[in-house]
């Protein structure tokens, strides 16, 4: 028999959360993002769930977007980080591959093509990783002259719009909307998950949903629940030892965690080889049985051990959600303080994908 540990994928949530993202896009197209093997959901089932309704996909690279292929879709595949060699511009071109180019050696590989993809052009407005710079975009697009049939937008990403009080995100908009106002009929992107949720927002023409589509909130303080998204990866294992550990007994490596009374403890069958967070605190929620149950000591290899004062009845077998609908994703990463993004790209391909909702 397998171990208990799997992450069960919740299609029909992954569907509905598409939705929500269209209805806040208002009149502009999703582009559905699944990199990163659509954000641990697995790309193959996930884009064939949101191919009737999506009009394009966007990934990091360009084997995200063969993955795409291989799953039978012919949808424009959108690779947000260009190309990374001179032969990946033929693929595009035969893939409708729609790369972002953000860098002059990208333009150079273009050029050299005579049948070159469609294409966008990334703006870089104050986030610094990739793109050119307004001053630059007169001298880009005259270079691009003999290929503005192939052009078709303008991208930019914001660096905090997840922070509903910073006004960068603001700044941000206004010198984009600038900088690209001498081609009115480029296409305009700029729309990560937050900026959905920002009052006032302009969206522009292709807004680009990614975590929110998993159910998880792209604000740090908020839950995707709070938001009206539904959770589409459940966590789950199952206890596989019931102990009562007395006052003073301590659990797992560096006895990190000690008890001060005599306290039910349960051993769980997953661990950081699972993608759980060894930095989970202690006190993270654990859901046993219908209780919220404590992580106790420190996440080892393959197992955890949970605090069980909470649930009285706990037996050997039963089942836990290490987070899903009842433990949201984003607040165990609060518990270990990162984002929700890393933990649902982190479960490992040790735990097996159960698919439902399709
Ligand atoms: C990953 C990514 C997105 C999606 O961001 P979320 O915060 O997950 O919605 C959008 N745009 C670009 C350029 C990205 O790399």
Redesign the pocket.
């Known amino acids: 028999m397998p171990r208990a540990t799997v992450a069960r994928i919740d299609l029909a949530a992954i569907r509905h959360n598409f939705g929500l993202a269209r209805q806040f896009a208002g009149g502009a197209r999703a582009m559905a993002?699944i990199?990163a093997d659509a954000?641990g959901h697995g790309i193959a089932r996930v884009a064939r769930t949101l191919a009737p309704d999506a009009t394009c996909f966007?990934v990091?690279c360009i084997e995200e977007a063969l993955a795409i292929r291989d799953a039978g879709l012919a949808h424009p595949v959108v690779l947000?980080?260009g190309v990374h060699a001179a032969g990946d511009i033929a693929t595009c071109a035969a893939q409708n591959f729609e790369p972002?180019l953000h860098s002059g050696y990208q333009l150079d590989w273009l050029a050299a093509q005579a049948d070159g993809p469609a294409f966008w052009i990334k703006v870089n407005t104050g986030m610094n990783r990739l793109g050119f710079r307004p001053a630059e975009l007169s001298r880009v697009m005259a270079a691009l002259a003999g290929r503005t049939s192939a052009f078709l937008g303008f991208?930019t990403?914001f660096a905090a719009s997840?922070e509903m009080d910073n006004d960068a995100t603001g700044q941000q908009t206004a010198l984009f909307a600038d900088a690209v106002a001498p081609w009115p009929d480029a296409e305009l992107s700029v729309?990560?998950?937050?900026a959905h949720f920002r009052d006032g927002q302009p969206l522009f023409t292709r807004s680009?949903?990614?975590?929110?589509?998993y159910g998880a909130s792209?604000m740090a303080e908020r839950n995707g629940s709070d938001l009206g998204l539904q959770p589409a990866m459940s966590l789950e294992s199952n206890l596989i030892a019931v102990r009562t550990l007395a006052a003073g007994d301590a659990v797992g490596y560096g006895a990190a965690w000690r008890a001060d009374r005599e306290t039910p403890m349960g051993i769980v069958a997953i661990g950081y080889a699972d993608g759980y967070p060894r930095h989970a605190c202690n006190g993270t929620p654990v859901w046993v049985k219908g209780h919220r149950a404590a992580l106790i000591g420190r996440v080892s290899m393959d197992m955890l051990a949970v605090d069980l004062s909470a649930v009285p009845d706990a037996r050997e077998g039963d089942p836990v959600e290490l987070w899903g609908r009842n433990v949201s994703v984003d607040e165990v990463a609060r518990c270990a303080g990162t984002i929700s993004?890393e933990l649902l790209t982190g479960v490992t391909a040790r735990v097996p994908r159960l698919y439902h909702g399709g």
């Open positions: 993002v990199k954000y966007a990091a947000l980080q972002v991208v990403h997840d729309a990560n998950s937050a680009r949903p990614g975590i929110m589509l792209p993004y």
